[in-house]
């Protein structure tokens, strides 16, 4: 089982950065795509960046430009870099990992908080 585990969420202000980080349990070159997602109350998980074993990238609309995903297979650790935050960005990050034949994990989350 993938252990995921997120960090480096916080207060910031509007225009602000933060960076998350994502450490999982095993090497991350096994797992086939590292995903975050973002949940604020009463709606649904919805996807904000992904990233792929050889390294291909996606980004939903609202945060192109702004976010950056990225990945050290040396440490097992993936990053999102989020830059020119709004109000909006606000949620709780989850990490979420997607393995061949294994499955499907997730991190237990991290809060962002981004003030006007």
């Known amino acids: 089982q993938v252990q995921l585990v997120e960090s480096g969420g916080g207060l910031v202000q509007a225009g602000g950065s933060l960076r998350l980080s994502c450490a999982a349990s095993?090497?991350?070159?096994?797992?086939?795509?590292i995903y975050w997602y973002r949940q604020t109350p009463g709606k649904q998980r919805d996807l904000v960046a992904a990233?792929?074993?050889?390294?291909?990238?996606n980004y939903a609309d609202s945060v192109k430009g702004r976010f950056t995903i990225s990945r050290d297979s040396a440490e097992n650790m993936v990053y999102l870099q989020m830059n020119s935050l709004k109000p909006e960005d606000t949620a709780v990050y989850y990490c979420?990992?997607?393995?061949?034949?294994?499955?499907?994990?997730w991190g237990q989350g991290t809060q962002v908080t981004v003030s006007s």
């Open positions: 979420h990992a997607y393995v061949h034949f294994r499955g499907e994990y």
């Open positions: 095993e090497r991350i070159i096994g797992i086939n795509v």
């Open positions: 990233i792929t074993s050889s390294g291909s990238t």
